[in-house]
């Protein structure tokens, strides 16, 4: 058997098995890692350590953009698209929400309002306002790394925010 028939039926197999991969990645869900401590302690609850959690990624929710009041959401931050930004969802499109000065902010149509866990850390929709729901790449469903910290990412509902 030559090289040439070793080559060939190596990528006779990677091939078709890379955009299965690709395919499914890109449609269902996938593994992403989260970095820095603005989701803290729910994500990277430990500021000294040098590994990041990586969570598991849903997509389905991507379809007719189902998301809910506590999921995590990854999504491309809206002021610099080549950075993903990880935060839970406080308020939905059509509702109020609170700010610093005590007005209240109406989330528009196609928006939703994302802030971080850790506040004193996060940079969110308190400073860029709200944020497309076109811009969301998934929902964050369980952490799957490092192993000791394997769990569901519980939907917690913030209240303080909202104008009720």
Do not use: Q
């Amino acid at each position: 058997m030559g090289t040439r028939t070793i080559i060939w039926n190596f990528f006779k197999k990677a091939v078709p098995a890379a955009l299965v991969g690709i395919t499914v990645t890109d449609r269902y869900g996938g593994v992403c890692r989260i970095r820095g401590s603005s989701m803290s302690p729910t994500l990277n609850p430990s500021l000294g350590s040098f590994t990041d959690d990586f969570a598991f990624l849903e997509k389905f929710c991507l379809d007719k953009y189902k998301f809910a009041h506590g999921d995590v959401v990854v999504f491309s931050d809206p002021t610099d698209f080549k950075k993903r930004g990880v935060k839970r969802i406080v308020a939905m499109e059509g509702e109020y929400i609170s700010n610093m000065n005590g007005s209240a902010i109406k989330v528009p149509d196609g928006h939703c309002w994302v802030e971080g866990d850790n506040s004193a850390f996060s940079v969110d929709s308190r400073s860029y306002g709200p944020i497309p729901l076109g811009l969301i790449l998934g929902r964050a469903t369980h952490i799957v790394w490092p192993p000791h910290r394997m769990s569901k990412i519980d939907r917690r509902i913030p209240h303080e925010g909202l104008a009720l």
